[in-house]
Every structure is written in C-alpha cells, then in structure tokens.
Nanobody, 124 residues
Framework: HVQLVESGGDLVQPGGSLRLSCAAS????????VGWFRQVPGKEREGVAV????????YYADSVKGRFTLSRDTRKSTFDLQMNALKPEDTAMYYC?????????????????WGQGTQVTVST
C-alpha cells in the first residue's frame, strides 16, 4: 500500500531555494519510479524530475536541469527535490507520484499513486 505526503512548499523570492520532501511508504519494488510533477491552473500536469528505485536512473525536465536535484534518503524514506535559482515560472502546485514500469518519465498517466501536493510560489 503506497502512501505519499509532500511538504516544504512556501513563498520564496526569485533566485531563492526550496527543498520539497515526499515521505513515501510502500515504495519497495525495484521497478518503482518516484516523480515530482507540477501543475498550474488551466495547464497540464508537467513532469519535473523522476528517480527510479532499482537502478537510480534520473530524469529532469529541460526547464529545471542544472537547478533542481532529486535525491532519495533511504534512512528517512523520503524523496527530496532541492530547487535552486527559482524563477516565477516555477510557481505551481508540486505533486509526488509513484509508478511501476515507467516508459515515459514525464507522462502523468503512467503513475498510479499521487500525494496531495504542496504549493510553491516564486514572487517578490
């Protein structure tokens, strides 16, 4: 039984940093991948970063490469998204998701389990 709880969202100024955390339980299969997605009202949900449990494969959207880093803390059972050099266009609700046998990392439909989301706002 997979449960996901996101935390860490906040209001931050442009250029600032935030660290989002996804507390995950039941994510044990080596075929699982854990992803962070984001969505703004009126737009499709966008894949931001993904890490796969089995081999540690990572995916990053072009828009966040070099600024965001996704890591796994096995001791705390969390998947953490470090976000640096934040821009106003990073403003969104951020969701953690889990899926198995992912073929397209950025496709939300391939992920079966979702958290409730945490809001990130980048503004002066």
């Amino acid at each position: 039984h997979v449960q996901l709880v996101e935390s860490g969202g906040d209001l931050v100024q442009p250029g600032g940093s935030l660290r989002l955390s996804c507390a995950a339980s039941g994510v044990t299969y080596v075929t699982n991948c854990v992803g962070w997605f984001r969505q703004v009202p009126g737009k499709e949900r966008e894949g931001v970063a993904v890490i796969c449990v089995g081999d540690g494969t990572k995916y990053y959207a072009d828009s966040v490469k070099g600024r965001f880093t996704l890591s796994r803390d096995t001791r705390k059972s969390t998947f953490d998204l470090q976000m640096n050099a934040l821009k106003p266009e990073d403003t969104a609700m951020y969701y953690c998701a889990v899926g198995r046998y992912i073929a397209d990392y950025a496709q939300p439909l391939e992920y079966a389990y979702w958290g409730q989301g945490t809001q990130v706002t980048v503004s002066t």
